[in-house]
């Protein structure tokens, strides 16, 4: 499209590129802007005024500032996977073909069906959800929840997965300046002239800060001279690094900072192999905020009408973006500054209809502007706005004699003073003090190290900003030992204070609106005030004040005014908030990184990994490891057929699994066994060398722990194995124990859990197959290595490994140890050499069969809340010594008759499925809490008995082998019988583990 359908557009000026027109489209219609304009700009450039709906009444709204504090702009940006909700359309840069939509608004932005909320707005105040719905009960799930549920809400989040990519680093740094605007720029500069490493972060695409709106003169040039200028020194640095895009949101613990750049969201789709947002952690030894201050509102009837804008953002429009919001515009101000807006429009050849000030002095030199350019200039308050959809009509002025008048306008200006941005410097649980020369709330310490400087300290005037500036830079380079010249303070003509009348709420007919986005008016903070919610937090709570997306930053100064006027406080008795990061809102993307999807958190791959999915292994997250589950042949239609086979080839043939995800912790020193005796509940002090013992722990309470294997391998030394979830508590256990419980005791601990790749043998022919691998010198024979043997071997090759004759599967079984990094080699030798007998891989799956087979416990009986007793394993406790929980594990709960044991269950119709979770009744009992005699822990299909079979806690269990209960499933909607029996289901004499 050509410039011709922007008619809110000068003809000249504006810092855009005129020469690169950009297309793009707001709520399915076409549009024109240019690069270096914002989606606000660009719509006020094409005359558009209605760019969005309000929360709660879906009252019209317009674009009420320019910058990130933005309560009324927000849009859909981009469709599809892309689409992102509560975009504030004031940050949001234009480029080439941009797809914007309003939002909150059906079935259109022009036409919004929900606008009759407006006409319940007696029944919609403060708190009416705690008052409403409430009769009759019924309808509450049926009718009122869905109804605020499908109302509730802005945007539309996208409902596919994000395609883009977003980024987390780190910075460090000596001095981090927040802000890069005059007082920014001049932090830096000082800093950076010092010698010290300094990071300038600022929110906009460009550095300067309000001198791209208002101009002025800085060590004699205009301001954007002096920024080119600046900018070209501080490139020049070294150390110093420019960040813009960055917006500092959060400070945290030493001296860190988190910050959002928003790397590539000025293109529809990021360059290949970049992110979308980085989300910074930066160190800083010293801080700068240099954020500059937010214009605030004034509350007065009408003030949400399309066409009513902050003075400030009024000409960042026009001085910035050369575009008009409105072509006659009056301005109600209560200071000084709101004045440059005139002279702004004036020279943009707008047409002023008035000016009302609330002060009753004005300065001789602005009646004579007034005169010279025949607006009129009134000494009252505006007290309504007529208007609608299409924007601001008619103006009503209350006269300060009592007399009215009316002002026919476009747009009205507003301007009710500034308020330094304390976000920053209030987090940690800072407060802000009250300045009454300003009417604003102003740092009041800060973190530390953090200094606030120019406009964010309260310093209005320019040269204030730039002599704050540039001493808080030199302060900070100096306290930190640099010692360079930071050269002289920038100085400019600009040093008069503005004045001001503190002007909060004009009482009208009309709704006065404190927090624009979540339509809190003046009437809602009345309400609260009768209603005993006054604190600051509780108004907060009840009224929904400073809640939404902006967090109260053109809103909260002005409801805490209106509370203080009506509890008879002043606005610093009455206090603030509390402030908490974000200072603005952070994409989840952003904090989430790179840990999402497959990468949400990180994988460990065992030594066998990529072998086995060369051999199309299906895989199971087991913590952070990705173990094999199955290993699916060609034909099997599904797991069960899989895992049948693989548990027959191993009970018939040879089979081998990788179990290296165990834990692996090496126990040495003189002490080695006494330690260990004091941490399992059986002995191992008397272990033999070349033997290994099943072991078991306690946590002090006396619920089990942990299990495992530990092997002697030398006089002083011990190698035990835990289970792969507990690889890592178990370790930081132990360590305790050994620095703190027993000190005395001279032993170390060594996690070796990554060092070694260990796979289990397991079948009548593991010897068979062993044999090709091991050195022939070795004897594997029952007497040459016996049940539960350990020790090192020596394979074919002359690798050294460990070998251990132990069994989870309870056939005859040898686990075999090798370093890490030859465990792929060893896993494809074991295949070569296992043709002949056919070795079949197996998984966790056909593993976790075995066992309950076996009647093993595992994770499921290990669950936090089992005894040694329970599990069937109480006579292992040592009687001749003391172990952590020996005492604890003898209170009275813990040893009483009716605790749930383990036990068998099968189903007494073997064609029925058994279902994990199943809770255990007594026959002919009706299921209830009390009735409930236990659960399913763990589940399978034997392909061996050739039924589904399971292990189950059950009360009395042992008492009641052979009963017949029932097994009640809620979740399934399932009850049927089954047998309690006995938890070994094969082979329960174990001779073919002895074999």
């Avoid at 203080?564 to 990061?581: D, K, M």
Wanted: aromatic share 8%; glycine share 12%.
């Amino acid at each position: 499209m050509s410039a011709a359908g922007q008619t809110h557009r000068l003809a000249s000026g504006g810092l855009i590129d005129r020469s690169k027109p950009l297309d793009f489209s707001f709520d399915g219609k076409s549009f024109a802007g240019y690069q270096g304009d914002t989606l606000a700009s660009a719509l006020i450039a094409n005359g558009v005024r209605l760019v969005g709906r309000s929360f709660k009444y879906h009252r019209p709204r317009g674009i009420l500032t320019a910058g990130s504090e933005e309560p009324n702009a927000l849009v859909e940006l981009r469709t599809g996977a892309r689409r992102e909700p509560n975009t504030r359309a004031t940050t949001i840069e234009l480029y080439g073909g941009l797809l914007a939509a309003s939002q909150n608004r059906w079935p259109s932005l022009d036409f919004d069906i929900l606008s009759v909320n407006q006409l319940a707005s007696p029944i919609f105040v403060a708190g009416f959800y705690y008052k409403t719905f409430m009769w009759p009960a019924k309808l509450w799930e049926a009718l009122y929840e869905p109804l605020i549920r499908r109302a509730a809400g802005l945007g539309r989040a996208a409902t596919e997965s994000d395609p883009d990519h977003y980024e987390k680093a780190w910075a460090h740094c000596d001095v981090l300046v927040a802000g890069g605007g005059p007082t920014g720029l001049a932090a830096a500069l000082a800093a950076g002239r010092a010698g010290a490493r300094v990071i300038l972060c600022e929110e906009d695409t460009s550095l300067g800060g309000r001198l791209l709106s208002d101009g002025g003169t800085i060590d004699g040039k205009p301001a954007a001279d002096w920024i080119a200028k600046a900018l070209e020194e501080l490139e020049a640095m070294p150390d110093v690094r420019i960040m813009t895009r960055t917006t500092v949101t959060g400070v945290h613990d030493h001296g860190q900072h988190s910050a959002l750049e928003r790397v590539n969201d000025h293109l529809p789709v990021p360059p290949e192999h970049q992110p979308r947002q980085r989300l910074w952690r930066i160190v800083a030894r010293r801080t700068v905020v240099a954020a500059g201050a937010l214009e605030r509102p004034v509350v007065f009837g009408g003030n949400d009408v399309p066409g009513v804008m902050l003075a400030s953002a009024v000409r960042t429009y026009l001085n910035r973006y050369a575009a008009t919001p409105a072509k006659r515009l009056a301005l109600f101000t209560n200071n000084d500054d709101g004045w440059k807006t005139i002279d702004v429009a004036l020279a943009a050849g707008l047409t002023v209809a008035g000016v009302v000030d609330a002060r009753v002095e004005v300065s001789a030199e602005r009646r004579a502007l007034a005169a010279k350019h025949g607006f009129a200039l009134l000494n009252g308050v505006v007290d309504g706005v007529d208007g609608g959809k299409g924007g601001v009509s008619k103006v009503s002025v209350a006269l300060a004699g009592g007399a009215r008048a009316t002002l026919e306008a476009e747009g009205l200006a507003v301007s009710g003073g500034w308020n330094p941005s304390v976000g920053l410097t209030s987090q940690h649980r800072g407060r802000p003090k009250w300045r009454d020369d300003i009417a604003a709330f102003a740092p009041d310490g800060a973190p530390p190290g953090m200094v606030a400087a120019g406009a964010a300290n309260g310093a209005f005037p320019l040269a204030d900003c730039l002599r704050e500036g540039h001493g808080a830079g030199a302060a900070a380079a100096a306290d930190l030992g640099f010692a360079k010249a930071a050269g002289q303070a920038p100085s400019s003509d600009d040093g008069v204070a503005y004045a001001l009348k503190p002007l909060w709420h004009v009482k009208g007919k009309k709704k006065a609106f404190v927090d624009f986005q979540n339509d809190v008016t003046a009437s809602d903070i009345e309400l609260a005030a009768r209603e005993g919610f006054q604190s600051v937090e509780h108004l907060k709570r009840y009224t929904t004040l400073g809640m939404a997306t902006d967090q109260g930053k053109s809103s909260n100064v002005q409801g805490l005014a209106i509370m203080a006027e009506l509890t008879g406080r002043s606005i610093p008795e009455t206090g603030t908030t509390i402030y908490r990061p974000p200072y603005v809102p952070v994409a989840i993307g952003a904090l989430a990184g790179h840990h999402r999807d497959e990468n949400f958190h990180s994988v460990r791959l065992t030594p066998s990994h990529h072998w086995a999915a060369g051999r199309g292994a299906i895989f199971v997250d087991t913590g952070l490891w990705k173990r094999a589950q199955w290993y699916p042949l060609p034909g099997e239609k599904d797991w069960l057929e899989s895992v049948t086979r693989e548990v027959k080839a191993v009970r018939s043939g040879v089979g081998f699994c990788d179990v290296s995800t165990l834990g692996k912790i090496d126990v040495h020193g003189p002490d080695a066994g006494a330690f260990l005796d004091r941490v399992y509940i059986n002995t191992f002090s008397s272990l033999a060398i070349g033997k290994a013992r099943y072991g078991l722990m306690l946590r002090e309470d006396g619920i089990v722990y942990d299990d495992g294997t530990t092997s002697r391998l030398a006089e002083d030394h011990y190698f035990l194995t835990t289970t792969t979830a507990k690889a890592g508590p178990v370790m930081q256990h132990l360590e305790f124990c050994r620095q703190v419980l027993f000190p005395e005791l001279d032993v170390q601990l060594t996690s070796v859990s990554d060092q070694w790749a260990q796979f289990s043998i397991a079948g009548p022919k593991t010897r068979d197959l062993l044999r090709e691998i091991v050195d022939p010198g070795e004897d594997l024979s029952n007497e040459g290595f016996p049940f539960m043997g350990a020790r090192e071997v020596t394979l074919r090759g002359g690798l050294r490994a460990r070998l251990f004759r132990i069994s989870f599967s309870g056939e005859m079984a040898f686990e075999i140890s090798v370093p890490a990094r030859f465990g792929d080699a060893l896993v494809r030798n074991l295949m070569i050499a296992g043709e002949q007998f056919g070795v079949t891989p197996y998984g966790t799956e056909a593993l976790g069969v075995m066992r309950v087979e076996k009647g093993h416990v595992a994770g499921p009986e290990l669950n936090g809340m089992t005894t040694a007793a329970d599990l069937g394993l109480g006579k292992m406790m040592s009687t001749k010594k003391d172990f952590i929980g020996r005492v604890m594990a003898g209170r009275e709960a813990l040893v009483a008759p009716d605790r749930q044991v383990v036990v068998g269950i099968k189903p007494v119709d073997k064609a029925r499925r058994l279902r994990s979770g199943a809770h255990v009744i007594r026959k002919g009992e009706a299921p209830a809490p009390e009735t409930d005699g236990g659960y399913v822990t763990s589940v399978c299909f034997s392909p061996m008995l050739g039924q589904w079979i399971g292990l189950g806690l059950v009360s009395h269990g042992r008492e009641r082998i052979g009963e017949i209960a029932m097994a009640h499933d809620p979740l399934r909607g399932e009850d049927y019988d089954i047998e309690l029996c006995h938890p070994v289901f094969y082979d329960p004499e174990g001779g073919r583990q002895r074999d």
